[in-house]
């Protein structure tokens, strides 16, 4: 069976850390890019990091620039979310996001929330 399984979200006051992780099953995360996506309450769904396949490149939103590092464990086939210096306007649920043979495949979305 084909699946994201995202985990580690939770309850972080602001400048704290959390890691999120984004599990593979049925197919090889290295051999495709992967995102993490968010959405905020009352907004839309956007993008926030991108590793691609193979190589590795990453990309990052502006807002999260500096804060957060997106990387890949081959032999776990994981990706993760380093999340940093978080900040209140982080809170969201955090999505992962890849393709596999022209199909999209989201995971359930883990929960963040930054606040005092």
């Known amino acids: 069976q084909v699946q994201l399984v995202e985990s580690g979200g939770g309850l972080v006051q602001p400048g704290g850390s959390l890691r999120l992780s984004c599990v593979a099953s049925?197919?090889?995360?290295?051999?495709?890019?992967t995102s993490w996506y968010r959405q905020r309450p009352g907004k839309a769904r956007e993008l926030v990091a991108t590793i691609t396949s193979y190589g590795g490149s990453t990309n990052y939103a502006d807002s999260v620039k500096g804060r957060f590092t997106i990387s890949r464990d081959n032999a776990e086939n994981t990706v993760y979310l380093q999340m940093n210096l978080l900040k209140p306007d982080d809170t969201a649920v955090y999505y992962c996001f890849a393709t596999n043979w022209g199909y999209n495949y989201w995971g359930q979305g883990t929960q963040v929330t930054v606040s005092s």
């Open positions: 049925g197919f090889t995360l290295s051999s495709t890019g």
